[in-house]
């Protein structure tokens, strides 16, 4: 089983930055590639940024540029980061963190809760 608990999310000015952190804990063989996903209000879940073990990071077309994830592994723990800045109204939504896992030799994909950003003046 893995625990994915994220933060850091709030209400923040348009042109404002924020930083969220993913916290994926528990006893796992391996992590696979993480992302950030985000669901707006009555909007389908939308794939954000990824970063695979080595540190390969990919984005979506939307937030490319102001945007960073990042990740940092600990023992039992893996930590992934975005790096939100020049934050837009489009951009409200609850972010969530994905972390597919091999945990006792079997494939699972766990989510967290989400946290909720909203960019408004």
């Known amino acids: 089983q893995v625990q994915v608990v994220e933060s850091g999310g709030g209400l923040v000015q348009p042109g404002g930055s924020l930083r969220l952190s993913c916290a994926a804990s528990?006893?796992?063989?391996?992590?696979?590639?993480m992302g950030w996903f985000r669901q707006g209000p009555g909007k389908q879940r939308d794939l954000v940024a990824m970063i695979t073990g080595d540190g390969r990071t990919d984005y979506s077309d939307s937030v490319k540029g102001r945007f960073t994830v990042s990740r940092m592994n600990a023992k039992n723990t893996v930590y992934m980061y975005l790096q939100m800045n020049s934050l837009r109204p489009e951009d409200t939504a609850v972010y969530l963190c994905n972390v597919p896992a091999r945990v006792r030799g079997t494939f699972q994909s766990d989510w967290g809760r989400g946290t909720q950003v909203t960019v408004s003046s």
């Open positions: 528990g006893s796992f063989d391996t992590i696979y590639v």
